[in-house]
């Protein structure tokens, strides 16, 4: 069966500080990729989706980046850390358009 | 892009009474739509999804109808329970991209 993994759970970074949060998937070949990010008592933002190894389509402009190194690991990534960064990020995969998406446990990141 | 919208974005029911959650969508060229259900500090977790070509899906306790004329469609539970309790979200898909809804606060008084 599939698996999906994200770390850490939890991280207090100072501002300006750099980013490195990594998902991976087990039990599937060449799925769709998704970063979310989801503000206190607010809907789920897509920033980043990723078809394939070194594709990745950006939603919203913002200090943050994304890359997919291998099939089944996607990171993201920032160079210095905002106030405005804080929030619970959520990585998803689905095997293909129109199909239903499976989130990670999520990371709570908290910019002090 | 697609914008989607969902209401109310809180909703108290007695234990054993419906509840039901509305969506609303601009594209028309969105055929998929997944509805989550995501508890306090939890992953959201699928629980139906209906696709373009369906206008009713049922399992169990829980329904989605689809409306592609009007661009809208809803979320039923029937017989809550209090483990129904939860921040419901809906999700419109266009090609590869997903839209979400802002999320609905369900809460089932015992």
């Known amino acids: 069966s599939q698996t999906i993994h994200q770390w850490p759970a939890t991280l207090v970074q100072p501002v300006g500080s750099p980013l490195s949060l990594e998902c991976t998937v087990e039990g599937t070949s060449n799925p769709n990729l998704y970063w979310y990010r989801q503000a206190a008592g607010r809907g789920l933002q897509l920033l980043f989706y990723?078809?394939?190894?070194?594709?990745i389509s950006s939603e919203v402009p913002q200090n943050l980046s994304a890359s997919r190194p291998q099939d089944r690991q996607f990171i993201l990534s920032s160079k210095k850390l905002l106030l405005s960064d804080s929030g619970f990020y959520l990585c998803?995969?689905?095997?293909?358009?129109?199909?239903?998406?499976?989130f990670g446990d999520g990371t709570r990141l908290s910019i002090l | 892009g697609e914008n989607v919208e969902q209401h109310p974005s809180t909703l108290s029911v007695q234990e054993g009474d419906s509840a039901v959650i509305k969506c609303t969508y601009s594209?028309?060229?969105?055929?998929?739509f997944p509805w989550y259900k995501q508890e306090l500090g939890k992953r959201p977790q699928l629980i139906i999804d209906?696709?373009?070509?369906?206008g009713e899906k049922k399992d169990q306790r829980i329904a989605v109808t689809l409306n592609k004329t009007a661009k809208h469609f809803s979320l039923h539970i029937t017989e809550t329970q209090p483990e129904d309790s939860a921040v419901y979200f809906c999700a419109a898909s266009i090609g590869n991209q997903f839209y979400f809804g802002t999320g609905t606060s369900l809460t089932v008084i015992p």
């Open positions: 594209d028309s060229a969105s055929n998929y």
């Open positions: 998803a995969w689905s095997v293909d358009r129109a199909q239903p998406q499976h």
């Open positions: 209906i696709r373009s070509n369906v």
């Open positions: 990723s078809v394939g190894i070194g594709q």
